[in-house]
Structures are given as C-alpha cells and as structure tokens.
C-alpha cells in the first residue's frame, strides 16, 4: 500500500523546502522529497541555492572582500597591516562549515514541523502519484492530494566547451578551487560571472577576463547603473569583452585554450581555469513520467499561471522550473503562496515587486521598472538620483561610489522602480519594495523620517530629488521623464 500525504514537494530548495514548511504549519500532512548528495557523500536540504550557489558564493564574496580591505583600504583609516597572507584551505572550510550548518538548520526546521524527509529522487506520475529512486536505485511509491514540483534548475551547458570538473568548471566548480588560479576565464557577465571573477579577481588572480556573447552590459537593469557597474568593475581589474561569442577550447597540460570571435575577428586565449557561467534552465528532464501529461516549453519551464497552477488537477510548480527571474526569494514566496491556496485560503504574489541584486562590491540592486521600460511603454513619469558621495556615513564607510534612483508616476507619484549601485545595496532596496508593494509614492518615502547619518538617508534624499527637492545634492531642474 502506497503511503499517502496531504502534499508531496519535489525538491528542497529555497522553493521546495519553504513549501514543505509552509504546508506543514498549516496542518497538511507533508513529505520533501530530495535527492541532493554533498561533497561528503550525505543526503543534504537546501538544494543548489544553499549548498552550491547563493550561499556558498556569498561567504567567499565576503572574504575576499575583507581581504581586499585589509590589504588596500584599512591604511586611508590609519590601520597599518604587515604581512597579509592568504589561506584558501581555511577561507573555503569556513564556506564548508556555514554550509552545514545551515542545511543541519534546514532538518531541524522539517523536524519541528512534522515534515517527513523522503531520501531519492521524485518523478510525477499520473494522478498525483509520485516514483521515488534512492542513491542506491531502490523504487517504491508515494500518492497526495497535492503535488508541488521544485526541481530548481541547472547550469546550462555549452557544447563547445565542455567541462572536465577541474580546468574547466561551472559555477559549482568555481566556487571550490583549491588553489588560486592566476589566469581566469569566465564565459557569461552576468549576475554569477561577476560575482565569481570578483571574489578570485580580489584573492589575487592577476588577469580575470569576463567573455560575454551579447553586446549590452547588464541589459536588463537600468543603463545608467550598468554604465557606472562597469566602469567600476573594469578598474577592479575585470577584462569585460563584450560581443565575444566562443566557438572551441581544448585542455592541455592543465591550460584551457579556448577561440573566441567578436568585431575583429577570431581571437584566442589561454587561462588557468576557465568558469562556463551562461545562465541556468529548468531541472525538468525526467522530473514527469509521459503518462503524467505535465505541460513544459521547448527550454523545459512547466507551464503554470499567476498561482502556480500546471496544467493538471492539483499539481503546482514553483521556483526556477517556473516563468520569471530564478531567484531563490521569488521561489520561496511561491511556496507560501501555493500552500496557501491549497489551505483553503486567498494568496497571491505581486511579481512587480520581486528585487534582484548583484553582491559585488559596490552592490548592485533595483527592483520594478527601468527607465527603458517605462518610455517603450508611453508611461509618463519623475526620476529622483542621488549620490553616495553626499551621503556623510558613506564617506565615513570610505565607500561613497554610486547612487540610488527613483522612477514614479508622473501624474499619481507612485513608485515604478528603483535602482542602486553603491554600499549595502542589497539591504537598502528592501525600502523601496515594502513602498512599492503598500502602493506608496515618492512623496511617503519623501515624508519618512530616516535615522542620520545613515545610509537609508540616500534613499530619503532620493525621493525628495523626484520632486527637485533633495536638500544634500545640488540638482539639475527639470524634472525627467517621457
């Protein structure tokens, strides 16, 4: 007799394991089930995002970032540091340890909750029955009223240059070298590109070289944050070569040499390790059995609509599998959504309001429409900028590089975006979402009163400069817009 729960959730990542929980709390009979292995050969939750992706990448940005400091920015304050030595084996055990405990955190939470933790890999069958295959591919059958599939997503690959999981890598790879690489290739400057050739680009490598098919840096945030991003980044020590396409690479005694075209014509490179970071798709393939008659597209994103329903009766599918940015915050809240709706209760999520960062240093972060956006669609409207380099606790920090911009409304003042690059980015567009999703204007961000010196005050002073009323920066009159 097939075991039978409330709701089966197929994957436990940030989507996955906030689902289960979610369930769980709201008395569904839960089970997770999962098939992710760690280095140490042990079951693990927290799937890609934890445990080789957002978190891991996240701890060596910090060091490195540290160790940046120490060497090159501690004497403007009057510190003095002899002697600064890198070691990569501990940096890297740290990234381990936080690691575990992290994911330890993750089986403690299913325990508190009563959410069963099946070991193997899930496969949706017809009717809401799904196949379990564990490590050592023994099958048996679980059957639910409720499906949700979370199967995250995967690097993807490219043919003309595979990997050999030591000269060449992908992004889980990369984020476990052993030894410093001094010639770095990185094919993709995107969001993972450049938080990876950041951290070996600041732990020594002495020439990173960034290779980016399209010919448009950062195309999809706002320009004039991605002009200063990469003015930033190439002074860093960043070679972005923009409109350079790949077409072959071999291995040979450790080197990766590898031929790549742009505007001049064919090019070639030789590097010590060489990172494929082109993007990720959906980790669907197998995830449904034929007879299921799941929907997926041809890149194999399952077919869902505003809620997350599929195509089939009760079967949901969150996260990266799903349309939309794949971020692990967006999966997560789709996870509560959908366990929500299957309680019997309202739930939706406003996909206008979902932020996306880049955890480089300066840290880049916006959220809803760009300045692009908003004039290809006619919307008329303001825009209020202001710099760090007027912000009195940036300049304290010694990191006053950047700025914060507001898009609203014309004629209503309502937020349509926010974009920033500059100090904690990552924590400060967080004002601007919570605005955007109470449905506030400039004009409520403007009437806030913000602790000084802080550097939630670039944000005030930046919905003040909507209405040319910043008191801290000397403005340009005339308001922007369509």
Not at 127 to 148: M, Q, S, Y
Request: hydrophobic letters at 40%; glycine letters at 10%; proline letters at 4%.
């Amino acid at each position: 007799m097939k075991k039978h729960y409330d709701v089966i959730v197929i994957g436990a990542g940030p989507a996955g394991y906030v689902a289960a929980i979610r369930c769980a709390q709201l008395g569904l009979d839960t089970a997770c089930v999962d098939a992710w292995i760690n280095p140490a050969g042990e079951p693990a939750l927290g799937g890609t995002c934890l445990n080789v992706g957002c978190i891991p990448s996240k701890v060596l940005l910090e060091s490195s970032e540290r160790y940046t400091q120490v060497q090159h920015e501690f004497a403007d304050h009057g510190i003095d540091v002899k002697g600064v030595t890198l070691d990569l084996d501990r940096m890297q055990d740290r990234k381990r340890r936080v690691v575990q405990d992290l994911t330890q955190g993750i089986e403690q939470l299913f325990k508190a909750n009563k959410v069963s933790w099946v070991r193997g890999r899930g496969q949706l069958l017809a009717d809401k029955h799904v196949r379990v295959t564990d490590a050592a591919g023994k099958k048996h059958e679980l059957d639910a009223g409720h499906v949700i599939l979370a199967p995250g997503s995967e690097p993807v690959p490219l043919k003309t240059v595979p990997l050999d999981h030591d000269s060449v890598v992908d992004s889980s790879g990369a984020l476990a070298f052993e030894t410093l690489p001094e010639r770095l290739g990185i094919i993709g400057a995107g969001v993972i590109g450049l938080e990876l050739g950041s951290v070996w680009r600041r732990l020594g490598a002495e020439r990173v070289t960034l290779l980016e098919a399209q010919d448009e840096f950062l195309p999809f945030a706002d320009q004039q944050v991605a002009k200063l991003a990469q003015r930033i980044f190439t002074r860093q020590g960043l070679d972005i070569q923009l409109g350079s396409r790949v077409v072959a690479s071999t291995v040979e005694g450790g080197r990766v040499r590898i031929r790549y075209q742009n505007a001049e014509g064919e090019q070639q490179a030789e590097f010590d390790k060489l990172i494929v970071a082109v993007g990720r798709r959906p980790n669907t393939e197998g995830l449904a059995a034929e007879e299921a008659s799941l929907l997926l597209d041809e890149w194999g994103v399952i077919h869902v609509d505003d809620q997350c329903h599929t195509n089939l009766p009760e079967v949901y599918a969150i996260g990266d599998a799903v349309r939309g940015p794949m971020l692990a915050h967006k999966g997560s809240e789709e996870g509560v959504m959908v366990a929500e709706l299957i309680a019997g209760h309202a739930a939706r999520i406003n996909y206008n309001t979902v932020p996306s960062v880049i955890y480089t240093a300066p840290e880049v972060a916006w959220v809803g429409q760009t300045e692009g956006e908003l004039r290809a669609a006619g919307i008329d409207y303001r825009s209020g900028t202001f710099p760090f380099s007027a912000s009195g606790r940036a300049r304290a920090l010694g990191d006053s590089e950047g700025f914060i911009k507001l898009l609203a409304e014309r004629e209503t003042d309502r937020l349509l975006g926010a974009h920033m690059i500059g100090p904690q980015c990552s924590e400060l567009i967080a004002e601007a979402v919570i605005a955007m999703q109470l449905g506030g204007s400039a004009e409520d961000l403007a009437m806030t009163v913000f602790a000084h010196p802080s550097l939630s005050e670039s944000v005030h002073e930046a919905a003040l400069a909507v209405h040319e009323r910043a008191i801290h920066a000397v403005q340009k009159r005339g308001a922007h817009g369509k």
